[in-house]
């Protein structure tokens, strides 16, 4: 694969982390001169063999009693993964502030709605054997069907819930005029480095996992400060548990390899519900497992659920998207695009001289504005 720019750009410019995307492979004989390379082009012949590879091994299907274990049990899949690799699984995304700038310090999102591009390296995955990079898999729920047990102090905050439409400002952060969600926060790696990096005071962080261990691990965490971060239980498919917030709240909701692992046929509901917590001009952002994606290819058969979505060998699961998929789900639940981008990376091993192309979606859409004295409101430039 070869581009047209100059390679070797550095990540560190002028004391600053540049954006991803701005290495390029110009000369396929250095390909292992770096461990990464933007914006790789596939070739015709390279997309239709991932493409015939899917279709191999979505050609067997797990079985309907297996499904339905791996949906009623989902707690119990992520709460072993938590149990066995605590907090030394995941490394912090720090790149997060570089890519969705509306997390950094003096961020005013209404003025402030950047465009530009993605990639980033993340942790190791044990599908992906040792050696290997990858975004590990995110994480949220199942809808029904399990017994996972919420800390007492989640049951307080529940208890109070149906009181929020009377007297909005009795909730967890409600004197703070900047809130920032991210659900399925596993054991805090983008939570950690936003509260360490973003000392705003007027700032408060909500976080939230389908997996109670997981968030006992933020709690206990030595940088857990309960006066300006929240940390709760929550299944994201259940539409009758409540967030701890009111609708219209929210300045940013923080998607990160999440929504991939819960049911497709679930997604939309749960994004309209999230929709409704967003404060006008308010955006969320995201970033998930792009089609084609290598980890999609080294599935086996008898692993696929259904199209393109699959089960990994610890019970967990994962979805595949495209542009257009995302693009749907949050049209529909009434938000406007500000970016959707495809990132296709390649990423080598120097040492094994391994080369692996990687496949991620990063997206930005924002909650319309309420109209203007003259009935109009602001549309985001778009991307």
Known sequence: ???????????????????????FLSDPARVFHYNAWDNV???????????????????????????????????????????????????????LFTEFPELAPSHNPMTDLPLESQKHEEGRSREDGPGLTTEPHGHSCASHGHDTKVPPVEETVAQKLSHLAICGDEFPGSSATYRI?????????????VLQTNNNPNLFVYCCDFSATAIELVKTN????????????????????????????????????????IVPDKMQRAINRLSRLLKPGGVMLLRDYGRYDMAQLRFKKGQCLSGNFYVRGDGTRVYFFTQDELDALFTAAGLEKVQNLVDRRLQVNRG???????????????????????????????T
Request: hydrophobic share 30%.
């Open 181 to 193: 969600l991210e659900v399925g926060c596993g054991v805090g790696n983008t939570v950690f480095p």
């Open 41 to 95: 082009e596939w070739s015709e012949e390279q997309a239709a063999a991932a493409e015939r590879k899917v279709q191999e091994n979505s050609s067997q299907r797990v079985s309907p009693e297996k499904q339905v274990d791996y949906e009623v049990n989902a707690h119990k899949y992520w709460n072993d993964f938590y149990k066995i690799h605590e907090n030394g699984f995941f490394k912090d995304r720090h790149w």
């Open 222 to 261: 030595s940088e857990y400060d309960p006066s300006r971060c929240f940390a709760f239980v929550h299944d994201l498919c259940d539409e009758d548990q409540s967030y701890p917030m009111p609708k219209d709240s929210l300045d940013v909701i923080v998607l990160i390899f999440v929504l991939s692992a």
């Open 352 to 382: 094994k001289q391994l080369t692996m192309y990687r496949v991620w979606i990063q997206c930005k859409y924002s909650k319309p504005l309420l109209p203007s004295a003259n009935g109009e409101a602001s549309t985001p430039h778009t």
């Open 1 to 23: 694969m070869a581009a047209s720019c100059p390679e070797g750009v550095p990540e560190v410019q002028d004391g600053k982390r540049r954006q991803f995307g701005n290495r």
